[in-house]
C-alpha cells in the first residue's frame, strides 16, 4: 500500500532547534503536513485533536517523557496503531529495550541524518 | 582424712583451669570454694582464698597488659581522627566554600545557560539562511538544485549539534547544582555559621542498588562519543527482540 503523502506526522521535542531540523528534512522527504509539540502532554492534546498519522518524538521532555508518551498512546485505543517513532541521545540498551516493550515502532539516535530517518521511515511504513 | 581428699582436688582443678583458659570460671570456685569451707573452715578456706588471689592476679595482669596498649592505640586514633577533623575544617575555609557556593557556581551555571542560548541563536540563524537557500532552490532544476538540496540537508544534520550540545550542558549545570549542594552539606557541617547558610541539603544519597530500573533512572542524557551506542547497535538490539 501506497504510504499517503499527505498525513499528518507529529514531531515532538523540547528543542525547538530539533523542532525545526525534522520539519526541514521530514519536508526535504515531501512530508509537508507537519504538527509540533513541545512535550509529551501537548502531544497527547495534539493527538486527540487532530487527524495524526504518525509520531516522532524525542525522550528527555518535561513534564511528560517520549516514553511516557508513547504508553500513553499505545494504551489509548483510539490511537494504540500510530506509527511511533523515538527519536533520542538516550543510547543505552535499556533504553531500547524500555522503548521496545512500551511499543516502540523504531528508534533512531541521536545525531542522526537524513539517510536514517528515511530509512526508519520507510522500516514503518513502507518504500514511499 | 580420706573424705577431705575430693573435696580440695575438685576445688583446685577447676581453679587451674579458670586461670589458664576461663577467667569467668573463678567466681563460680571461689563462690564454691567459700561454700565447701565449711565443712573445713580454717584450712580449705585459706588454701581456696590464695589460689583466688592468684586467679585475680593472674586476670588483672592479663587484662592490663592486654587493654593497656589498646587503649592506648584507641587513644592515638581519635587524636589522628580529631586532628583530621581540624585540618579538613581548616582546608574547607581556605577553600571559600561560601564564594564557590555564591560565585562560582552560579556564575558558571550562568555560563553555561549563555551558551545554550548562544548555540540556538546562531543555528536558528543559520537555519533562516538554509531556508532561504531552499527557497531558491525550489526555482531551479537540475543538478545545480540537487547539489543544493544535499547541501543544505547536510546543514539540517549538522544543525543537530545544538540539541546533543543543549542535552550536555544542562547535565554540566545538573551536575553543578548537586555541587552546590553538597557544599551546603560541608558548611553545615564544617562552617562557623557567620558566613554559611547553614541550610542542610536535602538531596538524598541515592543508593547504588536499583531493584527496578525507573523511568528516572532512564534519562541519562547523551552518551559521550565512546560508550554511546551506534545506530547499528541500536538496530541490532531492537531487532533480538524480533
Same mark, same amino acid.
Given at each position: 500500500m501506497a504510504v499517503d503523502m499527505n498525513m499528518s506526522v507529529l514531531i515532538v521535542d523540547d528543542y525547538k532547534t530539533m523542532l525545526r531540523i525534522l520539519r526541514n528534512l521530514l519536508k526535504q522527504l515531501n512530508f509537508n503536513n507537519i504538527e509540533e509539540a513541545t512535550d509529551g502532554s501537548m502531544a497527547l492534546d495534539v493527538l486527540r485533536s487532530n487527524n495524526i498519522g504518525m509520531v516522532i518524538s524525542d525522550w528527555n521532555m518535561e513534564p511528560m517523557t517520549g516514553i511516557q508518551l508513547l504508553r500513553e498512546v499505545r494504551g489509548d485505543d483510539k490511537l494504540k496503531h500510530l506509527p511511533f517513532i523515538m527519536i533520542t541521545a538516550e543510547s543505552k540498551s535499556e533504553n531500547v529495550i524500555a522503548a521496545k516493550e512500551a511499543g516502540v515502532s523504531n528508534y533512531i539516535v541521536k545525531p542522526f541524518n537524513a539517510e536514517t530517518l528515511k530509512s526508519k521511515l520507510v522500516s514503518v511504513l513502507g518504500e514511499f | 582424712m580420706p573424705a577431705a581428699k575430693p573435696k580440695i582436688k575438685s576445688v583446685r582443678k577447676p581453679a587451674k583451669k579458670a586461670v589458664t583458659k576461663k577467667p569467668a570460671a573463678s567466681k563460680a570456685t571461689v563462690s564454691k570454694a567459700v561454700k565447701t569451707s565449711s565443712s573445713k573452715p580454717v584450712k580449705a578456706g585459706t588454701i581456696k582464698a590464695r589460689k583466688a588471689a592468684v586467679v585475680v592476679g593472674k586476670v588483672m595482669k592479663s587484662v592490663q597488659g592486654k587493654a593497656a596498649p589498646k587503649t592506648s592505640v584507641l587513644f592515638a586514633e581519635l587524636e589522628a581522627l580529631a586532628k583530621y577533623i581540624q585540618d579538613a575544617k581548616k582546608e574547607i575555609s581556605a577553600l571559600s566554600p561560601d564564594e564557590v557556593k555564591d560565585d562560582f557556581l552560579p556564575t558558571a551555571s550562568d555560563e553555561l545557560d549563555a551558551?545554550? *542560548?548562544?548555540?540556538?541563536? =546562531?543555528?536558528?540563524?543559520?537555519?533562516?539562511?538554509?531556508? #532561504?537557500?531552499?527557497?531558491?532552490?525550489?526555482?531551479?532544476?537540475?543538478? =545545480?538544485?540537487?547539489?543544493?538540496? @544535499?547541501?543544505? @540537508?547536510?546543514?539540517?544534520?549538522?544543525?543537530?549539534?545544538?540539541?546533543?550540545?543543549?542535552?550536555?550542558? @544542562?547535565?554540566?549545570?545538573?551536575?553543578?547544582?548537586?555541587?552546590?549542594?553538597?557544599?551546603? *552539606? #560541608?558548611?553545615?557541617?564544617?562552617g562557623d555559621g557567620a558566613n554559611s547558610t547553614q541550610k542542610k541539603s536535602t538531596k538524598k544519597t541515592k543508593t547504588k542498588i536499583k531493584k527496578e530500573i525507573t523511568d528516572e533512572d532512564l534519562l541519562n542524557g547523551p552518551q559521550s562519543t565512546d560508550k554511546a551506542k551506534s545506530q547499528a547497535e541500536i538496530d541490532a538490539l531492537l531487532a533480538s527482540f524480533d
Amino acid at each position: 500500500m501506497a504510504v499517503d503523502m499527505n498525513m499528518s506526522v507529529l514531531i515532538v521535542d523540547d528543542y525547538k532547534t530539533m523542532l525545526r531540523i525534522l520539519r526541514n528534512l521530514l519536508k526535504q522527504l515531501n512530508f509537508n503536513n507537519i504538527e509540533e509539540a513541545t512535550d509529551g502532554s501537548m502531544a497527547l492534546d495534539v493527538l486527540r485533536s487532530n487527524n495524526i498519522g504518525m509520531v516522532i518524538s524525542d525522550w528527555n521532555m518535561e513534564p511528560m517523557t517520549g516514553i511516557q508518551l508513547l504508553r500513553e498512546v499505545r494504551g489509548d485505543d483510539k490511537l494504540k496503531h500510530l506509527p511511533f517513532i523515538m527519536i533520542t541521545a538516550e543510547s543505552k540498551s535499556e533504553n531500547v529495550i524500555a522503548a521496545k516493550e512500551a511499543g516502540v515502532s523504531n528508534y533512531i539516535v541521536k545525531p542522526f541524518n537524513a539517510e536514517t530517518l528515511k530509512s526508519k521511515l520507510v522500516s514503518v511504513l513502507g518504500e514511499f | 582424712m580420706p573424705a577431705a581428699k575430693p573435696k580440695i582436688k575438685s576445688v583446685r582443678k577447676p581453679a587451674k583451669k579458670a586461670v589458664t583458659k576461663k577467667p569467668a570460671a573463678s567466681k563460680a570456685t571461689v563462690s564454691k570454694a567459700v561454700k565447701t569451707s565449711s565443712s573445713k573452715p580454717v584450712k580449705a578456706g585459706t588454701i581456696k582464698a590464695r589460689k583466688a588471689a592468684v586467679v585475680v592476679g593472674k586476670v588483672m595482669k592479663s587484662v592490663q597488659g592486654k587493654a593497656a596498649p589498646k587503649t592506648s592505640v584507641l587513644f592515638a586514633e581519635l587524636e589522628a581522627l580529631a586532628k583530621y577533623i581540624q585540618d579538613a575544617k581548616k582546608e574547607i575555609s581556605a577553600l571559600s566554600p561560601d564564594e564557590v557556593k555564591d560565585d562560582f557556581l552560579p556564575t558558571a551555571s550562568d555560563e553555561l545557560d549563555a551558551i545554550i *542560548g548562544a548555540t540556538a541563536d =546562531a543555528t536558528n540563524v543559520i537555519m533562516d539562511s538554509t531556508e #532561504l537557500v531552499e527557497e531558491v532552490m525550489a526555482g531551479l532544476d537540475g543538478d =545545480a538544485a540537487q547539489k543544493l538540496m @544535499t547541501a543544505t @540537508t547536510q546543514i539540517y544534520e549538522a544543525c543537530g549539534f545544538q540539541d546533543i550540545t543543549g542535552q550536555r550542558i @544542562t547535565k554540566v549545570v545538573s551536575t553543578l547544582k548537586s555541587i552546590e549542594e553538597k557544599v551546603d *552539606g #560541608l558548611l553545615a557541617v564544617f562552617g562557623d555559621g557567620a558566613n554559611s547558610t547553614q541550610k542542610k541539603s536535602t538531596k538524598k544519597t541515592k543508593t547504588k542498588i536499583k531493584k527496578e530500573i525507573t523511568d528516572e533512572d532512564l534519562l541519562n542524557g547523551p552518551q559521550s562519543t565512546d560508550k554511546a551506542k551506534s545506530q547499528a547497535e541500536i538496530d541490532a538490539l531492537l531487532a533480538s527482540f524480533d
